[in-house]
């Protein structure tokens, strides 16, 4: 490869690629003017939003050869490339584009798969087999608002290349290649291409995420991948990655007072102080087995837990604990029992309860005693949740045929069915004004009483009555993401947690 160092303002037409000057690039290990371009290109990225910006020329990337500026890094395997992008400004060439480009050289005519958004809102996944050869495209039906944030996703999976697109808060339409050869490393990454080369285009990218999703005979439950500790903004949608672990981070929930968030880990649960981005053990003394269905009480002060103790066969029993820590106080009598949800007064506490084979909802005084039934259909009923004010409680259930929003009064009766779509729709929680509800939604592909670890997974936003439902977050995540209660105090904010192995 012949490159050359960017030293001035305008460089000599060149088919070979122009090295950038190195900048700190987050994900990525450097920038390149690929083909030719008379005014260089410029990436750079905001440690503090985790977000990228990315000038660029180019005539054009189609025909026999591309020109645009890449910012890129060198992987192999299968990975799943997503972000949300959007022009800086109105106007220019309607076929200006951005998106995610994966090519086996920086050479102009370089063979590829490439998802390309581009400026009059036409998404197309496109190839060139051979080098040299001639583009061949995939069109997407063109998506509405041009200067909105689109979502552009591009997946290797064995050999298949998928894109998926949508316009920010709607779930995503794709289009796929299973007969194009790209060796196994290859270079990844974001690009710009003005289509006008006497223009320089600027877009920035957000929530950008290269994820190693898990091998094809990983198994569940004795293997797991990485996590990424994740808060996002709910009125923008922009999300920060706080903390990251190469194995099982799951559930996080916010503190009272907004300084922390509290997740379990190998069966410890952790404190994160989100000022110093650094985790603790919290004392639970002899429960050392904790799963990820824990939940705080309304005023803050008490944690339930579900820990299965070796010596009950390891069956999840519901404790509670000081949220300073202690020594856990039991209060269910059988499992298994899994935590989700205590009312305002914290008096009860409601849990998904395996019963004679079937998992139903049920109550339990937070002092302890026998547990109530209050669901008693065929089909998961699971992770019950009580509204702010007490009137209702919020599960999930499968009874109708796929999993499901219902909601009932505390004493189960008065059941009706929130959501009504074609996904799997688990743990609903609630914001604190008690007007809004974010749960994860799951594809269609997995079983209605399943929610299983590592698939592509949307966290979705609805008002509480029901309604319209808006896509927060796009991810690779399942099990552990949200399975809690993960609203900060303010009602600004949610965490979950999203997966991948780590990049090195």
Known sequence: MNARLVVATTLAFSSTPVLAQQLPLGVFESQ???????????????????????????????????????????????????MRTQFATAGGNEHRKVGWSIRPTLETNSTHVTAAMHGNGMASLQTRRTVGGPSEQRVTDSLPDR?????????????????????????????????????????????????????????????????????????????????????????????????????????PNWTLDGKELLYSQDGLIYRFNLATRTP????????????????????????????????????????????????????????????????????????????????????????????????????????????????????????????????MKPDGSQQEQITHDDYNNWFPHFSPDGKWIVYIAFPKDIPAGDHPFYKHVYIKLIPAEGGKAKVLAYLYGGQGTINVPSWSPDGKRIAFVGNTSLLK
């Open 32 to 82: 390149v003017d690929v083909g030719k371009t008379s005014r260089p290109g410029t990436a750079t990225y905001d440690v503090a939003t985790q977000r990228y910006t990315i000038e660029g020329a180019g005539q054009n990337m189609w025909a026999d050869h591309d020109d645009f500026h890449f910012v890129y890094r060198k992987m192999t395997g299968n990975f799943i490339l997503t």
């Open 280 to 407: 603790s053990v919290l004392n639970t003394a002899f429960a050392n087995r904790n799963n990820n269905d824990h939940v705080l009480s309304f005023d803050g002060k008490m944690l339930g837990i579900s820990h299965g103790a070796a010596d009950d066969s390891g069956r999840s029993n519901i404790y509670t604990v000081p949220l300073e820590g202690g020594t856990p106080k039991r209060v269910t009598k059988r499992g298994p029992s899994y935590l989700h949800g205590w009312s305002p007064d914290a008096k009860w506490m409601v849990f998904a309860g395996l019963r004679d084979g079937e998992f139903d909802i049920y109550r339990v005084s937070s002092a302890g005693g026998d547990d109530e039934k209050l669901t008693n259909t065929k089909g998961v009923d699971d992770g019950p949740e009580y509204s702010p004010d007490g009137q209702y409680i919020y599960f999930n259930s499968a009874r109708t045929g796929r999993m499901q929003i219902w909601r």
């Open 147 to 251: 200067m909105g944030q689109h979502i552009v996703q591009l997946e290797r999976r064995d050999g298949k290349y998928i894109m998926s697109v949508s316009r920010y808060g709607d779930t995503l339409v794709s289009n796929e290649l299973n007969d194009v050869t790209l060796p196994d490393e290859v270079y990844v990454g974001m690009y710009i291409c003005s289509h006008d080369d006497a223009v320089t285009e600027r877009a920035t990218f957000d929530n950008v995420r290269i994820t190693i999703p898990a091998r094809k005979d990983f198994v569940p439950y004795r293997e797991y991948i990485g996590s990424h500790l994740e808060t996002m903004d709910v009125a923008t949608g922009d999300r920060m990655i706080l903390h990251e672990i190469p194995g099982s981070l799951q559930a």
